[in-house]
């Protein structure tokens, strides 16, 4: 979309922004997603296009850089967590559930170390634009690919930055998830306390505890993750209609298949055709029923 300049909204100065990523989302980024339910969606058009120029005087930004990264971190962090000693001594059965703890915070934690180094890329040469409610506005660059803007907040950083030309609605809803940020903090912090428990003290008993306690949290994080998603999305959009008209350049069909919504519903947001009924922007109607009836309807 090219530049147009300056456009008021509501209290809110933002202008279209210079190219930041265009191509297509990495697998790995997608499958990292999935896998950890708490990836930040908005950064996979960063870390995850074929092309990318970064924030900081034009170096590409491609998905290796940050990956090595967070590896190298995070490998680190185990072997001064991991005693070496204590491997041996361990029973299979813990040693067995080392290794998926290790593997949970891997991926729990490499998401987080891209979300923020590209956080802080991007707060180095952004340009604040205005305010809307008090909370800063950055630019970064035009979006040519459909639906022709993206909008997002990083949690290094109470602000919104916006690529291309997103209608106020879009902020709005950014705008409630920095409102929310203490609940997404806390949601992100719970695993990874209790990953590192477990590789603090590698004892059995331990190990059985963190494994129960990660089992039952990462069943319930898309349940939570839904309900704050779709609280911002009733403060941004208000009602079906609304989001139909911002998305309305890449909507699609509703899948017919049980099994392919169900996957859908694997994310931090619920499926877009969920959210562009009007049933969803009704508070009455429970986040659970919604993804019953969706998954189990024909």
């Not at 074929?50 to 072997?79: E, H, M």
């Not at 409630?176 to 477990?198: C, D, M, N, S």
């Not at 069909?253 to 562009?276: C, D, G, N, Y």
Request: charged share 20%; with cysteine.
């Amino acid at each position: 979309m090219p530049a147009k300049g300056p456009r008021r909204l509501s209290g809110a100065w933002y202008v279209d922004l210079a190219v930041v990523a265009e191509g297509k989302s990495c697998p790995i980024c997608e499958v990292l997603g999935v896998a950890s339910y708490i990836f930040y969606p908005e950064i996979r058009a960063y870390c995850g296009a074929r092309r990318a120029k970064s924030a900081v005087a034009g170096d590409s930004l491609g998905i290796l850089t940050p990956l090595i990264f967070s590896i190298v971190i995070w490998c680190a962090v185990f072997c001064v967590l991991i005693p070496l000693r204590n491997l041996p001594g361990l029973h299979p059965t813990a040693a067995w559930l080392l290794a998926v703890a290790a593997a949970l915070a891997m991926a729990l934690a490499i998401p987080l170390g891209i979300a923020f180094l590209v956080a802080l890329l991007l707060r180095a040469r952004s340009k604040k634009v205005g305010e809307l409610r008090g909370v800063p506005v950055y630019w970064l660059g035009p979006y040519t690919r459909p639906p022709g803007f993206r909008a997002f907040t990083l949690p290094p950083f109470k602000a919104i930055f916006v690529v291309g030309d997103p209608p106020e609605r879009v902020l709005r809803h950014e705008l409630r998830h920095i409102e929310q940020g203490k609940k997404i903090t806390y949601l992100r912090a719970i695993p990874l306390g209790l990953v590192f428990i477990f590789l603090g003290y590698p004892a059995p008993w331990v190990a059985t505890a963190v494994s129960i306690g990660l089992l039952v949290f990462l069943f319930i994080l898309p349940y939570i993750s839904w309900t704050l998603e779709r609280d911002a999305d009733i403060h941004g959009f208000e009602n079906a209609e609304n989001y139909k008209r911002t998305y309305k350049a890449v909507l699609k069909k509703r899948p017919k298949s049980r099994l392919m919504r169900f996957l859908r519903w694997i994310s931090t947001h619920p499926p877009w055709w969920v959210r562009a009924s009007e049933r969803y922007y009704d508070r009455r109607v429970s986040t659970l029923r919604l993804f019953l009836e969706d998954v189990f309807s024909r």
